[in-house]
């Protein structure tokens, strides 16, 4: 027998009317005729080249192979009721999931206090790993699931991911609070006279170097770092300059011995989004993050 020509339907009969051993009931069970249910016993009979139930003085009795075959039919029929139902609901309180995050630094340390006080109170079994993440196109990554999401400045987004905005951003100038030259402001020239350490991964060129391209000038890059946290260390204790998001030059104040200048020139804001692929996205637990990720925005 060719299984790609069964119809599944042939199987759901069969099982109904081994469990019920009679023709009307089966049919009264699955809301058909009696005509049906015994055209499609019928066409089931055809295939397997067998009778599967007799009429007897008791009713209708299953042959041998009738019976050799209800058990799995059953359980391949329970099987694939149950692939199809809706995703269980997720409970937060006592679930287990893992999830996997790809981010820069910057977002991981606005993101991961604020997500794990949360976690703590509503969610203390599901876990959270963040993964460093660059400039690297993620659409491999999320589709195959080695990540649930990845936050950052995005270029060039795949039509194949979903996309939602996490936070806008703003630009500034962090110094160490002694520096000779700057004081509470930093004009063009003194900026441009500046060492600067400047965070990359991989991108050539930032928000700042295009801006002084455009003006036909250029800055000093001395150092470059892999992450703002370092590149902050260096700061507190050198004169070089460092270009970052407000909010990240905010937590560094608190911490170390340097001060926060706006720019002296008008950037405009960058978007920080949030990338997750459909093939993952319409589990109950993964909606749930993504809910929790979007709603801690307005905490920062």
């Known amino acids: ?80 009721d149950q692939c199809l139902l809706k995703p269980a609901s997720f409970d937060p309180a006592s679930s287990k999931q893992s999830f996997v995050i790809a981010a820069t630094d910057y977002v991981a340390q606005l993101l991961m206090p604020r997500l794990l006080r949360l976690l703590e109170r509503e969610a203390p079994g599901v876990k959270v790993r963040i993964k460093n993440f660059g400039s690297e196109n993620p659409e491999a990554a999320l589709e195959s699931g080695e990540f649930d999401f990845a936050m950052g400045r995005f270029f060039d987004i795949s039509s194949r991911l979903k996309q939602k905005l996490w936070l806008e951003e703003q630009l500034c100038c962090l110094v160490r609070k002694a520096h000779p030259q700057i004081k509470q402001r930093i004009t063009l020239k003194q900026y441009l006279a500046l060492g600067h350490v400047w965070v990359s991964s991989n991108e050539r060129r930032g928000m700042v170097d295009r801006w002084l391209e455009e003006q036909g000038r250029q800055r000093t890059i001395v150092s470059v770092m892999p992450n703002y946290s370092t590149a902050a260390m260096v ?45 993952h996205g319409s589990t109950p637990g993964h909606q749930w993050m993504l809910e929790q990720l979007s709603n801690i925005t307005s905490q920062i």
Not at 32 to 48: D, I
Not at 235 to 262: E, I, N, S, W
Request: aromatic letters at 4%.
């Open 235 to 279: 700061v507190a204790q050198t004169d070089l300059a460092l270009v970052l998001p407000q909010r990240f030059a905010a937590d560094f104040c608190h911490l170390l011995p340097v001060k926060v200048l706006p720019l002296p020139m008008r950037l405009g804001a960058f978007k920080v989004d949030i990338l997750w692929h459909p093939r």
């Open 1 to 80: 027998m060719n299984i790609r020509k069964l119809d599944l339907n042939l199987l759901v009969v069969f099982d109904a009317v081994m469990r019920e051993r009679s023709v009307s009931k089966a049919a009264q069970t699955l809301s058909l005729t009696q005509p049906a249910v015994s055209n499609a016993l019928g066409r089931l009979r055809e295939m397997l080249d067998d009778p599967l139930l007799v009429r007897t003085r008791q009713g209708m009795e299953p042959t041998t192979r009738a019976l050799e075959i209800s058990a799995p039919v059953q359980q391949a029929l329970m099987e694939l």
